[in-house]
């Protein structure tokens, strides 16, 4: 067999490397981890998702052989319908997780358009030149894995999000053995989580939840309202027994909670007894002492159940005094202002809201520094590559493997599209393949691209000006007058400006000579900016007559 | 003397109950307690900053006695020249913060406008019905007061912004005998800062930062740049304290840090040897080593300094590798992705980016719970209004509160706008004053009411189309082909959509009589919806021939 060299490649995470999407190839063999979604940022007005640019994908149908997710959380597979639509490849997946892919397809019509293999942790995949184990991880929803990959240039460790929790919901901790194991064997290189790792210390265990939803649920003397992702399975199981131990009952709402619920419950992964759960019509003739309702809306999303809620927009359902809120999460970066908002709204209808900062409702998913060093003492790869992570998490990632004694020259901190090679055990940064983002507005527009964001923040921004005027077709000359309108534009004096703009528009006509609406672009854009210092965007409309 | 109540009414602060501007009146008189501006929102695109409606004072202008200003930060003095336009009335304020005002006004030529008198921490006051007594509180500003204001409704302490630091940076504690002395009199009200009503334990003194700036500074091989808020003057001698012991030179960047830092030099607020400072010029020719440069740009404004540093466009200064940038302040809420964003390009440049996650290189100036408490027992309110905060810190206070013994009914959450009445040693709520926000934009188109800003948003969501048409004057007909034009607005299929809508109109205008633009908008606006579920603004345009 030649020697290739082995070639990695984070597709996806727009501001964070690889946190949804990366790429193992080896000759002609190349497999796909993760194909998941971004939550747009705040300026991103009318964008509902963001999903990874699949072109290096699409360049490279014939060679992929296979597609691994890691977990079932919508930043790993939110983007599997898209990729179905254009990649031919069989997905492997562990049981909760292959679920949830299959919820999200079916959805879509989609059910019959992937090969999904449902594998289990310490299963071994070979496809190719890769032989591929999965070893459980520890993480906020059950059945995640981290991958110990390997071929002919060495053994790669992937370990996907993860933490060490000693005393896990599912009670199932990380796979310890297995990652010393790999050390045994000699690990070539370790693809690490970095999410928390400016975080010191240990992330606390998913157990402490209990005892924060216990207070709460002791406490809360009317109805009480669980808002979190609807993919954090272990969060529903917890809020189940938490109800459960109240004399509670507990109704879910939301189509997708729901939907994620009874595929967990059915494949045994959340437990509880049929009486427990009710319907939200029986839940709203209950008294309110004895009423437990789980939604989601925890990022303060406007359109989420809850931020309808705050808004008392959603049908069937008012929030009201003695109602307490627990927001089970943490808001995503960028989300802080839209969580914030809905807490302080909630508040004003009466609700009383527990969040992160109150009370220990809601513990990180990911490892924390200690974490991050144990991991790296277990695995002891030659080289590190610190993913998961804006490139200030990747950079203090790369502080703490220099900590435990990993050479400046072994750890590589690369973007999104930047190719790693290996080859006889050395690494090189290799050139780039071609990545980006691609925009959803879901409400039907379809894809949006760059240039589409960039004219809509620039509206936003500048604001806009729409001529009208009609000239002579031989003279040239106006006829009456122009006609000014503007949108999103502040003017100190709007009379006067509109009256400038109008005289500038008749001076221009009257010189012109040739590109009558270049000019008249021109002059006004200068006049406009003189007034305002701001560069709106400006349509005109000249009628010949 | 007739008897009047005594209202307080807070008239600013956004999302925040009278951060930036309250008022208190008692019959005939009517004090104003600081004039501060706000940050604007991630979604306010174009806006600079926000200042209170002032409406209430100008409608009571002849009524107001004074304005009280409790510190030099800008969320208390930033929209001084805006009021100070409209409105005449001596200005108070210690000597610190009003050199801050003056350096202010300066800039905007308006240095005789305002009549402003220098007071200090112990002085009294008396305007009208008011007897003020001023004392000293920490804050991450030197010479910051709290107010002690008698009426003959009784005694109202307002803490203004404050914290309780055992060591602070000029040595000057927090005032506990003159609390405690208001205590014995009896206090009426206490009004107090709730910013950070959700931290547990207590604040830490801003010594610690010292330490934090010893260990960067020692780390550092090559230049520092420290970036933190241009009235950060008490940093400001952290840094300059910080230089001399690790034997640089210091240059200050940006026209508000060497306006303040000059203005609080000559009047004693900072101290350092002539032969520390040197120009940017200067230090740009020394030793990397050799230089600290402090500069403006710690909450990720794209303009600031730090801001054009980390995009590359800063003239005469650009980031390289071996550079250390200290990020010394915390994300206002909203900022966290434009500060991280900042940071993460900084890293890209090269730099080493030390930020409050990673070191004590920050510390609030704000109290804690504990230092809440604190306060309360201090002072021992009858009544409790929590100001300074979003609503979930005004409960969390009013919680605190409860816990050192104050009734629920004894503590008064109201919002911006709201009166609280106090006669005969009771409190009530009494209806309410106009109050809002104007959004300013400093590039010179003036006052943004809310309505542009709605217009904004609705472009930057909604996008544009923009249509010209061509009828015949007698028949109505349409002539040649509509030309159909968008911006912002994303398709699936963008020709078959514009030529959907060529069809739309020509189908509209031949079946039009009566009001032929009206139509047209309905008729293309539910076209769109239907292909787009998008709701853009329409511009029609129809000329008739």
Redo the contacts between chains.
């Keep these: 067999m030649k020697n290739h060299p082995l070639r990695i490649i984070p597709l996806g995470g727009l501001?964070e490397v690889g946190r949804n999407m990366m790429v193992y190839e080896y000759g002609n063999d190349l497999i796909v981890v993760d194909t998941g979604l971004m939550f747009p940022?705040?300026?991103m007005?009318?964008i509902d998702y963001i999903i990874p640019d699949i072109e290096y994908l699409r360049q490279n149908k014939d060679r992929i052989r296979a597609i691994f997710i890691t977990h079932g959380h919508e930043d790993h597979i939110g983007a599997i319908h898209h990729v179905m639509a254009e990649i031919q490849a069989p997905i492997y997946a562990t049981k909760l997780t292959a679920g949830l892919i299959e919820v999200k397809l079916n959805r879509r019509g989609m059910a019959n358009r992937a090969e999904i293999h449902v594998v289990s942790a310490g299963d071994k995949i070979v496809v190719g030149a890769f032989s591929v184990e999965l070893f459980h991880v520890c993480h906020s929803i059950p059945d995640a894995v981290g991958l110990g990959i390997t071929t002919p240039a060495g053994l790669v460790v992937h370990s996907g999000d993860y933490k060490f929790d000693h005393t896990p919901v599912d009670d199932w901790p990380t796979d310890y053995a297995k990652l010393a194991e790999f050390s045994q064997r000699g690990v070539l290189a370790l693809l690490a989580d970095s999410t928390n790792a400016?975080?010191p210390g240990w992330t606390p265990s998913e157990r402490v939840i209990e005892e924060g939803f216990d207070q709460v649920f002791r406490k809360a003397k009317g109805r009480i309202l669980v808002a979190t992702f609807a993919s954090l399975i272990s969060r529903m199981q917890q809020v189940a027994e938490a109800t459960e131990r109240s004399h509670r009952k507990l109704a879910f709402v939301g189509t997708s909670m729901v939907d994620n619920m009874k595929m967990a419950r059915s494949l045994g992964y959340i437990t509880f007894p049929e009486t427990l759960v009710v319907s939200m019509d029986e839940a709203l003739n209950m008294k309110d002492r004895d009423v437990v309702i789980m939604c989601t809306g925890s990022q303060g999303e406007p359109s989420s159940i809850l931020g309808r809620l705050s808004n008392g927009t959603y049908r069937g359902l008012e929030i009201k005094s003695g109602d307490t809120v627990v927001m089970s999460s943490h808001p995503i970066?960028?989300n802080?202002?839209a969580v914030?908002?809905t807490?302080?709204r909630l508040?004003?209808r009466g609700a009383?809201?527990v969040?992160e900062?109150?009370a220990p409702v809601h513990v990180s998913g990911h490892a924390s520094q200690e974490e991050m060093k144990l991991l790296l003492q277990l695995v002891r790869p030659k080289y590190v590559i610190p993913i998961h992570g804006?490139?200030?998490m990747l950079?203090?990632h790369a502080f703490l493997a220099g900590q435990v004694g990993v050479a400046d020259e072994n750890i590589a901190i690369i973007q999104n599209g930047q190719i790693v090679e290996f080859e006889n055990g050395k690494m090189t940064i290799a050139g780039r393949v071609p990545v980006g983002s691609v925009?959803i507005?879901s409400?039907?527009?379809?894809?949006?691209?760059p240039e589409?964001m960039r004219?809509?923040?620039l509206?936003?921004?500048?604001?806009?000006i729409?001529v009208?005027v009609?000239v002579d077709r031989y003279s040239g000359g106006i006829i009456g007058q122009a006609e000014v309108?503007s949108?999103?534009?502040?003017?100190?004096d709007a009379d006067a400006v509109m009256a400038g703009a109008r005289r500038v528009i008749g001076d221009t006509l009257s010189r012109a000579n040739g590109n009558a609406q270049k000019d008249l672009e021109q002059a006004l854009g200068s006049y406009i900016y003189s007034?305002?210092?701001?560069k709106p965007?400006i349509?005109i409309?000249i009628?010949r007559?």
């Design positions: 501001g940022d705040n300026g007005l009318g400016v975080n970066p960028g802080e202002e914030y908002g807490i302080n508040f004003e009383d809201v969040y900062a109150i804006e490139l200030r950079k203090r925009f507005d409400s039907g527009g379809g894809d949006v691209d589409v004219e809509r923040e509206l936003a921004r500048e604001g806009i729409m009208q009609a309108t949108r999103g534009l502040a003017f100190k007034e305002t210092r701001r965007t349509f409309s009628t007559v």
